[in-house]
Every structure is written in structure tokens, then in C-alpha cells.
């Protein structure tokens, strides 16, 4: 018998293995996180599509994508405006699932945080505000003009419940692309705020 034949089922075995163990403890985490996910959370994501990699590569923060919790029962909403997260709705503010919010296919990482600075009051205020722009267009454009993507969607409906919410808006100065953006590296960096989670782990 030439054993060297079965090699290749004997690799393929392995990984199998290897992929179940790791599938196993992603689904194990994944649900101890759920329970530590809160309304108000905001999820930040670096992408992997054309869009998020620009305002990655223009604002030169960690992510490129913010949205926040509005429901954790029964299952984790994300509220967010997004070119193409789901082709069905283009262009818009859209509610994804956890998992569709951070699927590979959308993110390359992502991260959790908390606003220590909102109640738990403000934080529902701010949900059942953002929930009524659903549907509402996608407006890339500066601060001066108007405007409605991922960062000002959760920029206007804080500032009306905290007023004193400030974060550091960003000038570029590029062809089609100029004047002051807000980018999810402003959230990201807010020294009020603590991380419940990133992915991959930090060392």
C-alpha cells in the first residue's frame, strides 16, 4: 500500500479539526460578547470595499465605518449610513445584524465601545432617534454643507441629547474631497469612552 496517497486526506483531516476547534471558540465568544453589548455601543469596523479603504487611508485612524446599537433583545441591531452594505438598499441608513455588520466580507476588524459619558436614558433617546432616519440618503459632503454618512449620523442625534458631546472634525483638501469631515477615528479617539471588545484581540 503507498501510504504517501493518503497524505492529502490525512491534511485535509487535520484542518478540519483545526476549523471546527476555532469555529467552536469564535461562536463561544461571540455569544459571551452578545451579553456584554449594550444599547448606545458604538461598533467601529476597518473595511475591506473601495469606499471604506479611501476614508481609512484619508483619515488615517483604525476603522473606517461606525455604527451603533439600537437593540440588543432578541437580537443585536446596528444602525448605520452605507453605500453598499446591502444592495437591496444602497445609499442609505440601514439596521444590520451583528453578524452582518462584521462579516469578512465587510470588515477586516472591528471594535466596541461604550460612551461613559451618555446615560442609559440618552443612550435609548439617541437609538429611537437615529431609527427614524432609516431609509434616509446617503450625503457625503463637509460640514458646511449638508450631510448625512456614518459619523454624522450619530454626530446630530448625540449633539441633541448631549449637547457638549466634541469631537475633532478633520480637513482634507483633495480634488471632489475638500473641506471638514468627521471620520470614526474622532469617536475612536473620544477620551471618554471605554473599548468592550476588538478583533482581532489586542496583545
Same mark, same amino acid.
Given at each position: 500500500?503507498? *501510504? ?23 461562536? #463561544? ?11 448606545? /455601543?458604538?461598533?467601529?469596523?476597518? +473595511? ?7 476614508? #481609512?487611508? @484619508? ?7 461606525? +455604527?451603533? *446599537?439600537?437593540?440588543?433583545?432578541? /437580537? ?54 437615529? $431609527? ?6 446617503? *450625503? ?13 449620523? $450619530? ?8 449637547? /457638549? ?5 478633520? #480637513? ?6 475638500? +473641506? /471638514?469631515?468627521? @471620520? ?20
Amino acid at each position: 500500500m503507498k *501510504v504517501y496517497r493518503f497524505i492529502p486526506i490525512i491534511f485535509i483531516l487535520l484542518l478540519n479539526l483545526v476549523w471546527a476547534d476555532e469555529r467552536e471558540q469564535f461562536t #463561544h465568544q461571540h455569544d459571551n460578547l452578545s451579553y456584554n453589548i449594550k444599547v448606545g /455601543d458604538w461598533i467601529f469596523r476597518k +473595511g475591506v470595499q473601495v469606499d471604506s479603504l479611501i476614508a #481609512h487611508q @484619508f483619515s488615517g485612524g483604525k476603522f473606517s465605518h461606525i +455604527g451603533m *446599537v439600537v437593540s440588543i433583545n432578541p /437580537d443585536i441591531k446596528i444602525i448605520h449610513a452605507t453605500t453598499s452594505d446591502d444592495e437591496n438598499y444602497p445609499n442609505q441608513v440601514i439596521i444590520s445584524s451583528f453578524d452582518e455588520f462584521i462579516t469578512p466580507e465587510l470588515a477586516e476588524k472591528y471594535a466596541i465601545a461604550r460612551p461613559n459619558f451618555l446615560s442609559e436614558m440618552q443612550n435609548q433617546q439617541i437609538a429611537n432617534e437615529l $431609527l427614524t432616519k432609516q431609509g434616509q440618503a446617503f *450625503v457625503l459632503a463637509s460640514r458646511e454643507e449638508p450631510h448625512l454618512y456614518c459619523t454624522t449620523l $450619530l454626530y446630530d442625534a448625540i449633539i441633541k441629547y448631549q449637547p /457638549d458631546f466634541t469631537v475633532q472634525w478633520q #480637513h482634507t483638501q483633495f480634488p471632489f474631497f475638500s +473641506g /471638514d469631515y468627521l @471620520f470614526p477615528s474622532a469617536f475612536a479617539n473620544h477620551p471618554d469612552i471605554t473599548w468592550i471588545y476588538h478583533y482581532p484581540t489586542l496583545n
